[in-house]
């Protein structure tokens, strides 16, 4: 959140100044690379997305994937460095169905529930 914060200072500033070549492609880049959750997903995981859809890996969200059981459900968990960081429930259409992120994850929330978890 402070981030975001700061990220809104910057272009504020930067509106009152002449804006310098060097700096407009670096906050575009730093813009790119932050996660943010939604009510429809995170980043390029999104409700109804079918599985086979789902990326191998995330850059800053997980390095890998693991389908698993979980009670009676279908899950696809994304790890980071053996931690979870996402999970992703399946419907009987083998859709992502509902999505939870970890605490830990570096996503900025930005859903109306303001829960780190959504679901369809």
């Not at 492609?25 to 943010?36: I, M, N, R, W």
């Amino acid at each position: 959140m402070l981030l975001a914060a700061l990220t809104a200072c910057g272009g504020a500033s930067q509106s009152s100044q002449q804006p310098s070549t060097d700096t407009v492609p670096e906050v575009v880049a730093q813009a790119t690379q932050q996660l943010v959750l939604t009510d429809n997903g995170v980043g390029p995981i999104q409700l109804g997305m079918n599985a086979a859809d789902v990326p191998a890996k995330v850059d800053g969200l997980y390095d890998r994937t693991a389908r698993e059981m979980a009670c009676d459900d279908e899950i696809i968990t994304g790890y980071l460095n053996d931690n979870t960081m996402i999970t992703m429930d399946l419907d009987e259409d083998d859709n992502i169905s509902g999505i939870s992120v970890s605490s830990d994850a570096p996503v900025a929330i930005q859903t109306t529930s303001g829960e780190p978890y959504i679901s369809r």
